[in-house]
């Protein structure tokens, strides 16, 4: 099977083995990771082997260079056990881009500016051809949240939402007052599963505050409130939450 790149940005192209046929009709879902590796070519090697049971569709690589892998036709093996908006299969529905950053585990440094720039190039062509909804990008750690936490509080979502690619509201402002953590139970944590939920987050509003929870709220968090990643939900966690529902609302 001869490869050829989708986008008509400059691109490379490697053909990746892991792949297959997708289960639904239309790509809807944009979902960005970081590799998590010590360096691109070995991130890059790594998606194109059997053993590994991955691949993306495209590879961002730390000085710009993009890389397509899988036809954007095709199903890769980019999101795992995954769920958004009560869809669980991801890989069918989505484009999967890994960009290059040797992630948390080995000193998740900052996504330099020529790499950024190529990724929202590429975001806003995949979203427009593809026509995404803003809400439907998202990142691998608000698909599954806890197993994974990329590509982290690091990535800029701003300078996307900027550029037309991916739906964001100002964070409020980190302060005291009222908050809700681990361990808690009641209406008031029904009521942040509930806007969790409603905005796209694989959780059951049971009132408990359990881990599960934790790790939503931390996700949501590394998204649209950076400042502290802590799983808690603060009043600055809370009304950002709010205000993103809100846009949803009145879409």
């Not at 990771?33 to 590879?59: F, I, K």
């Not at 701003?158 to 037309?164: C, F, I, N, S, T």
């Amino acid at each position: 099977m001869t490869l050829r790149a989708d986008t008509v940005l400059d691109c490379e192209v490697r053909r990746a083995v892991n792949f297959n046929e997708r289960r639904v009709d239309a790509i809807d879902m944009l979902v960005l990771h970081y590799t998590g590796m010590p360096d691109g070519e070995q991130a890059l090697n790594w998606l194109c082997v059997e053993e590994s049971q991955v691949s993306c569709h495209y590879l961002v690589h730390e000085d710009g260079r993009v890389v397509q892998m899988v036809p954007e036709a095709c199903r890769a093996w980019h999101a795992g056990v995954s769920s958004w908006r009560g869809h669980e299969d991801i890989n069918s529905r989505s484009v999967g881009i890994e960009i290059v950053n040797p992630g948390h585990e080995f000193g998740y440094p900052e996504f330099p500016e020529v790499q950024m720039a190529a990724v929202t190039a590429l975001c806003a062509d995949i979203v427009e051809r593809n026509r995404i909804e803003p809400r439907n990008v998202v990142g691998h750690s608000d698909v599954a949240p806890g197993r994974k936490q990329d590509p982290g509080e690091k990535f800029d979502w701003k300078r996307l939402h900027e550029a037309g690619i991916g739906l964001l509201v100002d964070p409020a402002p980190v302060s005291g007052g009222r908050f809700l953590s681990e361990g808690e139970s009641g209406t008031p944590v029904a009521a942040l599963q509930s806007m969790l939920a409603m905005y796209g987050y694989g959780i059951e509003a049971s009132g408990d505050f359990d881990m599960k929870t934790r790790q939503c709220v931390t996700a949501f968090q590394q998204h649209f409130r950076q400042e502290r990643v802590d799983g808690v939900a603060d009043s600055s966690t809370m009304d950002t939450l709010y205000r993103l529902l809100q846009l949803v609302l009145v879409a």
